[in-house]
């Protein structure tokens, strides 16, 4: 059963930082294109960052570039997001996604991720 876990959220100040860890349960886990998108109340869900199978290719969101950094660690199933210099903006639920294919390209649709975590909310007060 596939299944994706994240945590690391809770509620924080503006500037400070939290790192998010997404645990999957998945075979051949570095077969899996990776990423992290959030959702804001009222609003769509949205990219934030992803990454390759290998993590040579990198690719964020503009508003998230300079402060937030993706890595994954293939021997451990597990992706992380650090977030540096959190603002209100960036209050959500983050979720954790996998894309049961090798890209070498970003890949920012939403549609295009199989497999969904359950989301861990981060609030940042201003």
């Known amino acids: 059963q596939v299944q994706l876990v994240e945590s690391g959220g809770g509620l924080v100040q503006a500037g400070d930082s939290l790192r998010l860890s997404c645990a999957a349960a998945?075979?051949?886990?570095?077969?899996?294109?990776m990423a992290w998108f959030r959702q804001a109340p009222g609003l769509e869900r949205e990219f934030v960052a992803d990454?390759?199978?290998?993590?040579?290719?990198?690719d964020y969101a503009d508003s998230v570039k300079g402060r937030f950094t993706i890595r994954r660690d293939n021997a451990k199933n597990t992706v992380s997001l650090q977030m540096n210099s959190l603002k209100p903006e960036d209050t959500a639920v983050y979720y954790c996604?996998?894309?049961?294919?090798?890209?070498?390209?970003?890949?920012?649709?939403?549609?295009?991720?199989?497999?969904w975590g359950q989301g861990t909310q981060v609030t940042v007060a201003s």
């Open positions: 990454i390759s199978w290998n993590g040579i290719y990198i």
């Open positions: 998945l075979q051949n886990f570095g077969y899996y294109h």
């Open positions: 996604a996998a894309k049961n294919q090798r890209s070498y390209y970003p890949v920012r649709g939403a549609s295009e991720y199989d497999y």
